[in-house]
């Protein structure tokens, strides 16, 4: 009995002390996007504002002023740029995940795509800047979505491949000996048992696509296509920078991913479970 209650007090204070480590930072942030400015230049800090002040978020969301128009411009193209990459690299990776699962491509390619992600993304800054700048497609949201489209692509395949892999080949066969084509069979036999891992690949490339800061430096330098990373440092290179303004933007810039999570829990927890097991 005595066994067990300390097992049961391990337990439960490893669990605090993880919702502790993965949350406190994030309290912090909004505690910080509503303290006064004096609040968070204090010595020793100050942890509980001393009056809760909420204008930032209503400068950022107001259209008409500066702030407020770099942060929803910035919103805007990483939405288009995240949400139109993970698109296109699901598209492209379901078939090619199939043609590695049931149709025997050769593991030696996938290995080598799977080595282009491993790479440090500096090694590709040159030819893809060249590419690109003889192209006229610097500082273009097209741009990121076909970089991050190719980052994603290697990614989406492997993982989506290892779903493919414990799906029932037999429902398969069945509807091969009634005529099906190949198109015909992902499309009404493996993509519905398989949304749970498109739900997990989805949400993964997107958050890899929507953190992703080094490319958007690189190759975008206005308003017209800048990325919400990028712009969170824009709005810490003044002289006198407001922690406050960049703490609203940091809770601000995860509300989307957050909501996106939430709503697809469910099917990203059995998708990423489903890949696990064989058999």
Same mark, same amino acid.
């Given at each position: 009995?005595?066994?067990t209650?300390?097992?049961?007090?391990?337990l =439960?204070?490893?669990?605090?002390?993880?919702?502790?480590?993965?949350?406190?930072?994030?309290?912090?942030?909004?505690?910080?996007?509503?303290?006064?400015?004096?609040?968070?230049?204090?010595v020793?800090?100050?942890?509980?504002?001393?009056?809760?002040?909420?204008?930032?978020?209503?400068a950022?969301?107001?259209?008409?002023?500066?702030?407020?128009?770099?942060?929803?411009?910035?919103l805007?193209?990483?939405?288009? +740029?995240?949400?139109?990459? #993970?698109?296109?690299?699901?598209?492209l990776?379901?078939?090619?995940?199939?043609?590695?699962?049931?149709?025997?491509?050769?593991?030696?390619?996938?290995?080598?795509?799977?080595?282009?992600?491993?790479?440090?993304?500096?090694?590709?800054?040159?030819?893809?800047?060249? #590419?690109?700048?003889?192209?006229?497609?610097?500082?273009? +949201?097209?741009?990121?979505?076909?970089?991050?489209t190719?980052?994603?692509?290697?990614?989406?395949?492997w993982?989506?491949?290892?779903?493919?892999?414990?799906?029932?080949?037999?429902?398969?066969q069945a509807?091969?000996?009634?005529?099906?084509?190949?198109a =015909?069979t992902?499309? +009404?036999v493996?993509?519905?048992?398989?949304?749970?891992?498109?739900a997990a690949?989805?949400?993964?490339?997107?958050?890899?696509?929507?953190?992703?800061f080094?490319?958007?430096?690189?190759f #975008?330098?206005?308003l017209?296509?800048?990325t919400?990373?990028?712009?969170?440092?824009?709005?810490?290179?003044?002289?006198?920078?407001?922690?406050?303004?960049?703490a609203s933007v940091?809770?601000?810039a995860?509300?989307?991913p957050?909501?996106?999570?939430?709503?697809?829990?469910?099917?990203?927890?059995?998708?990423?479970?489903?890949?696990?097991?064989?058999g």
């Amino acid at each position: 009995m005595r066994r067990t209650l300390l097992q049961s007090v391990f337990l =439960y204070t490893c669990v605090f002390a993880v919702a502790i480590f993965t949350t406190g930072p994030l309290l912090w942030l909004v505690t910080m996007s509503v303290s006064a400015p004096t609040d968070l230049t204090e010595v020793p800090l100050r942890w509980i504002p001393s009056e809760f002040d909420f204008s930032r978020y209503g400068a950022l969301l107001d259209i008409d002023g500066g702030s407020g128009e770099r942060f929803l411009s910035a919103l805007r193209n990483s939405i288009l +740029t995240a949400g139109g990459a #993970t698109a296109i690299a699901l598209f492209l990776a379901i078939p090619a995940a199939y043609s590695f699962s049931r149709r025997n491509a050769s593991m030696v390619l996938l290995f080598a795509f799977l080595a282009t992600i491993m790479m440090p993304p500096i090694t590709y800054i040159l030819p893809l800047y060249s #590419t690109f700048s003889s192209l006229g497609m610097l500082n273009k +949201t097209i741009t990121l979505v076909i970089v991050y489209t190719a980052m994603l692509l290697p990614f989406a395949t492997w993982l989506m491949k290892a779903n493919i892999d414990v799906l029932p080949l037999e429902v398969e066969q069945a509807a091969f000996m009634e005529g099906a084509s190949t198109a =015909y069979t992902i499309r +009404t036999v493996v993509l519905p048992l398989a949304l749970p891992a498109i739900a997990a690949t989805a949400m993964l490339s997107f958050l890899v696509a929507w953190d992703e800061f080094f490319y958007a430096l690189i190759f #975008t330098n206005d308003l017209s296509a800048k990325t919400l990373p990028v712009a969170i440092a824009d709005f810490s290179a003044g002289r006198v920078t407001d922690y406050g303004v960049i703490a609203s933007v940091g809770v601000l810039a995860t509300l989307p991913p957050a909501i996106l999570a939430i709503c697809f829990q469910k099917f990203i927890v059995s998708g990423l479970v489903a890949g696990s097991v064989k058999g």
